[in-house]
């Protein structure tokens, strides 16, 4: 089985090694088109408009920019320490041998394509929808080297990536995507709705439990019996598992 996950816009704000070596990390295939961002980014952060061209919140202008242009300088840490958002919390790395979790999880990147959690990056900011002036959107700028840099063996691919991320890589062969639903009575009929914040900490649970357990489902079939037995609502709809959140 292999989960891909998005990243975190919540990310740790210090590296505590080496600083980035483009060659050490997973996806060689990906290195040329990493260089290509990487110096589109550095362009992009220097213009006036950065801050819109970007998509950053006005309190993290500053910040942002300075890890953006300092990223080949950097100390750089694993990626199983970068990310700390919701999903990430409720991932709960630390609980989890690391081996497994490191041989099982791909982390999509608007900036790195896509990474194992032990590949070390620097802190940065830039989220696949962005479009860079030099480069057009990122989401395509990856499309092709993807194809080519992933070869994923025949295992289940789960996939927990959210759309932007999603739009970069589409698996050769059919892959489960995990949705995530509230539903409620209204008017004492049941109605579901999109979540977004709960979305994220029930993926980042089910991926844990999935891991913590050892669980190996080799078809969409048997994932959504093991997310079930593990305490979840959880309904197959063709290629989507979809999880049910009950108030």
Excluded at 38 to 55: G, H, S, T
């Amino acid at each position: 089985m292999h989960i891909l996950l998005p990243p975190s816009e919540k990310k740790a704000t210090d590296g505590d090694g080496p600083p980035l070596d483009l060659a050490s990390l997973s996806f060689p295939g990906l290195t040329q088109a990493r260089e290509r961002v990487l110096a589109a980014l550095d362009e992009a952060c220097r213009r006036d408009d950065a801050p819109d061209v970007l998509n950053l919140p006005a309190g993290q202008v500053a910040e942002a920019l300075a890890r953006n242009k300092a990223l080949h300088e950097a100390p750089a840490l694993p990626a199983a320490r970068l990310y700390t958002g919701v999903l990430y919390d409720n991932l709960d790395l630390a609980d989890l041998d690391a081996e497994a979790a490191a041989e099982q999880i791909i982390v999509f990147s608007g900036l790195w394509g896509a990474l194992r959690l032990t590949d070390r990056v620097p802190p940065y900011r830039l989220a696949m929808a962005v479009s860079l002036p030099s480069e057009g959107r990122l989401g395509a700028l990856w499309r092709p080297a993807m194809r080519e840099a992933l070869r994923l063996d025949d295992d289940l691919i789960v996939d927990m990536r959210s759309g932007p991320y999603a739009s970069a890589w589409k698996p050769p062969r059919p892959a489960v995507a995990v949705r995530v639903f509230r539903e409620r009575l209204v008017g004492g009929a049941p109605e579901r709705t999109v979540v977004s914040h709960m979305a994220k900490a029930t993926r980042g649970r089910i991926a844990h439990d999935l891991l913590k357990t050892g669980a190996s489902p080799r078809t969409p079939e048997e994932l959504q019996k093991a997310v079930a037995d593990l305490g979840h609502t959880a309904e197959l709809n063709g290629t989507d598992l979809d999880v049910i959140l009950h108030d």
